[in-house]
């Protein structure tokens, strides 16, 4: 139980095109997801929080307008990430928990890279 | 004083032993409590909940919270080469709705 699927795995593009990751909760509602960064050997570093219907909140430093997300459903969260730069490159994980002291369940990354 | 703390490791134990990994935290309100597994190059795994003071068992992992102390363990028995991993400590805050990581403590099981 507690499946969270994110897709695509693995994204490369060119600088200044908009790329949306998508995250799924398969077999639970998720009435919050996250969104995290990952820099190689270094910790997550959340970016953002979402609640079904509401507007994301996000953290001190992430820009929302470069990092669109949206939370239409209590099954899907996605993140656009706005004309990306070479500087964006990352992996990008999201994590998704069913109530307010339920354990986060993370789905399996996309790691993107802007050439 | 940071909000979820570990040793970063790495950590070396070898194959066969136990391997004790500890964090932690500032919040003393705080509630709920996790561990998570993350293999380099993947997102993390969650291993163990752990709500209430004392030990808590799921085969050779044990997680213990000691509230009072603001502390919280995993103990994982008979380590194998691939539990070598980063493990992640990380606390549900009384004051809203996040949950912090610590940085992780990297561990090392040496065959």
């Known amino acids: 139980g507690a499946v969270v699927s994110q897709h695509p795995s693995w994204v490369i593009c060119k600088s200044g095109t908009s790329v949306k990751i998508e995250c799924r909760s398969l077999d639970f509602q998720a009435t919050t997801m996250f969104w995290y960064r990952q820099f190689p050997k270094q910790s997550l570093m959340l970016m953002a929080t979402s609640n079904e219907g509401s507007k994301a909140t996000y953290e001190q430093g992430v820009e929302k307008d470069k990092f669109l997300i949206n939370h239409a459903s209590l099954t899907l969260s996605t993140l656009t990430v706005t004309s990306a730069h070479p500087e964006d490159s990352s992996f990008y994980i999201c994590?998704?928990?069913?109530?307010?002291?339920?354990?986060?369940?993370f789905g399996d990354g996309t790691r993107l890279s802007i050439l | 004083q940071k909000e979820v703390e570990q040793n970063s490791g790495p950590l070396s134990v070898p194959e066969g032993a136990i391997a004790s990994l500890n964090c932690t935290y500032s919040?003393?309100?705080?509630?709920?409590f996790f561990w998570y597994r993350q293999y380099s190059g993947k997102s993390p795994e969650l291993i163990m909940s752990?709500?209430?003071?004392g030990d808590k068992e799921d085969g050779r992992f044990t997680a213990q919270l000691n509230k009072a102390s603001q502390y919280v363990s995993l103990l994982i028995r008979d380590s194998q080469p691939s539990d070598s991993a980063t493990y992640l400590c990380?606390?549900?805050?009384?004051?809203?709705?996040?949950?912090?990581f610590g940085k992780g403590t990297r561990l090392h099981i040496l065959p």
């Open positions: 990380a606390v549900k805050l009384n004051r809203d709705d996040k949950i912090i």
């Open positions: 994590s998704a928990r069913a109530g307010r002291y339920q354990p986060q369940h």
């Open positions: 919040d003393r309100g705080s509630q709920s």
């Open positions: 752990i709500y209430s003071n």
